[in-house]
């Protein structure tokens, strides 16, 4: 592992922000600390977290009951909604979301760990907004940055007085540096890197993503529509011609990390289940380090008596999880998940089936996705077997790898790296 750099701070709610840490994990040499979680938090602290996490797991799971469940997930999700990009207007007026934050971190929240983490004074990097807030807040000695985990962010990601602040954010895109311009950050505190995707899925030149999506197109295009039409731009970009690809169509399909939608995963089998049966199609449960999820998908493929062709990603710990989840990314053809932070993964070349949003931040990942090209909406999971047949068929899930490749940003983990190895 390299030599310590940074240290690099994440937040253990769902899997966004750790999943956005892992990659970053060489600059921070191995370790990443986890703000509400780690030894020697103060019991208090621990407790705050631990209840704000089952609130909201418990409103997300809650969101699937009819009429009130989508009442009262509205109601949260008001208080985090992101405002609509235009008309560019000012949008520093801190909100309620933000206050609620900034009102734990004046009685302490985060004090213990900037204290602890002032020994050193490397480059504090976080994934999680309110621990650099809370850095900043707790006058931090060293240099504070925080990376944005989504394709757009609230206005609770930006400190309370912006203008006066000293954090430095790594945005994804123009678009976001655009957005925090309008929250009254000041722009030579914007750096535009791109999400720090998993380097295991890209290599240094980009070999090792090129070599899994010319594999990829193969089973995404059957009946050779898509590269007969653009064979001049696929060897262009890769020097190369399509190759057969070394299994069956394989798809994977991710829960959420409260568990929403994993319904969505047993229909996907039982419809595939002859063609899994005779080796044609691969399916890839993704559990995420949820045994309860496990068990949901054991049970289901018990039922269906499905002896091989479908296998569970899964382990109890997250950064093993995410190791076992970046290789399954290798050989599959397609994701299908909830437009989480998980939409990014498109810039590797695969397609996105998009399940129903959660929320007001998975409203703009969507529209990310959809805006380059790299996610198709999921038509009602019940007819998958009739509905990605006909997008199979028609060539249209390799213009979306492709089209994903070409537009998104692959090399924020090596743009930020590249950021500290100057210093």
Not at 284 to 302: C, D, M, S, W
């Amino acid at each position: 592992m390299a030599h310590k750099k940074i240290n690099l701070i994440s937040a253990d709610m769902g899997y966004g922000h750790q999943r956005a840490a892992y990659p970053l994990l060489d600059l921070a040499g191995g370790e990443i600390i986890t703000l509400n979680n780690y030894p020697g938090i103060p019991a208090w602290e621990r407790d705050y977290w631990l209840k704000s996490l089952r609130s909201y797991e418990k409103v997300s799971r809650f969101k699937k009951v009819p009429l009130f469940g989508n009442l009262v997930f509205s109601v949260m999700d008001y208080f985090q909604k992101i405002s609509p990009l235009y008309p560019l207007r000012d949008l520093s007026q801190s909100t309620i979301q933000q206050k609620y934050f900034y009102r734990f971190i004046k009685k302490g929240l985060g004090k213990d760990l900037v204290k602890k983490l002032n020994q050193n004074k490397l480059p504090f990097v976080t994934t999680f907004f309110v621990a650099a807030q809370a850095a900043e807040y707790h006058n931090y000695q060293g240099e504070i940055f925080c990376v944005i985990c989504d394709t757009d962010a609230s206005r609770a990601w930006a400190p309370l007085e912006p203008k006066n602040s000293r954090i430095k954010y790594f945005v994804p895109s123009e678009k976001v540096k655009q957005r925090f311009l309008m929250y009254g950050l000041k722009e030579e505190n914007l750096i535009i890197t791109g999400f720090p995707l998993p380097k295991e899925n890209i290599g240094k030149d980009k070999n090792i993503l090129k070599t899994d999506l010319l594999r990829r197109l193969k089973n995404l295009d059957p009946d050779n529509r898509y590269q007969k039409e653009y064979q001049s731009l696929i060897k262009k970009e890769f020097s190369s011609t399509i190759v057969a690809s070394p299994h069956p169509l394989t798809i994977t399909f991710a829960v959420g990390g409260a568990g929403a939608q994993k319904e969505i995963g047993l229909i996907i089998i039982e419809k595939y289940a002859e063609k899994i049966r005779n080796q044609e199609v691969i399916v890839n449960l993704v559990a995420g380090n949820r045994p309860e999820i496990k068990k949901y998908f054991e049970n289901g493929i018990k039922r269906l008596n499905l002896k091989s062709g479908v296998k569970i990603i899964f382990d109890r710990n997250k950064i093993e999880y995410f190791k076992k989840f970046n290789q399954c990314l290798r050989s599959s053809d397609i994701l299908w998940t909830k437009p989480s932070e998980l939409s990014f993964y498109c810039a590797l070349g695969l397609p996105i089936i998009i399940s129903s949003p959660v929320g007001s931040q998975e409203d703009f990942n969507h529209n990310w996705l959809i805006s380059v090209g790299g996610g198709v909406d999921s038509l009602d999971p019940k007819y998958v077997d009739q509905w990605l047949a006909d997008l199979l068929a028609s060539g249209r899930l390799a213009r979306a790898a492709v089209d994903a490749y070409l537009n998104a940003e692959q090399m924020g983990v090596y743009n930020i790296e590249n950021i500290f190895s100057s210093k």
